[in-house]
């Protein structure tokens, strides 16, 4: 099994923009619908206020990398240029 922390820091004011954007997207959805997808779900910082926290979990990290070549995350990637201004990512 594979568990990541993903905390994304939004651009100024951003972060409601973004997760807008993905929600609208159906991009949660269809993620977790991929096979090997045991948790994708985003939190939010009460105290910085531009802080998301994305926590993911998969079956494997075979699977986790498969993910990541989906064309949908293509999508995603756009979301992120247009509205995060920086990515960090602990795996557990």
Do not use: N
């Amino acid at each position: 099994m594979l568990t990541l922390l993903v905390t994304y820091t939004a651009k100024a004011g951003q972060r409601d923009a973004f997760l807008q954007a993905v929600l609208q997207s159906g991009l949660p959805e269809r993620i977790r619908q991929e096979d090997g997808c045991l948790r994708y779900d985003y939190f939010l910082s009460a105290e910085r206020p531009d802080e998301i926290l994305l926590a993911e979990q998969w079956a494997s990290p075979e699977q986790q990398e498969i993910h990541l070549r989906q064309p949908h995350m293509a999508r995603l990637q756009q979301l992120k240029t247009t509205y995060i201004a920086e990515t960090a990512v602990q795996r557990l």
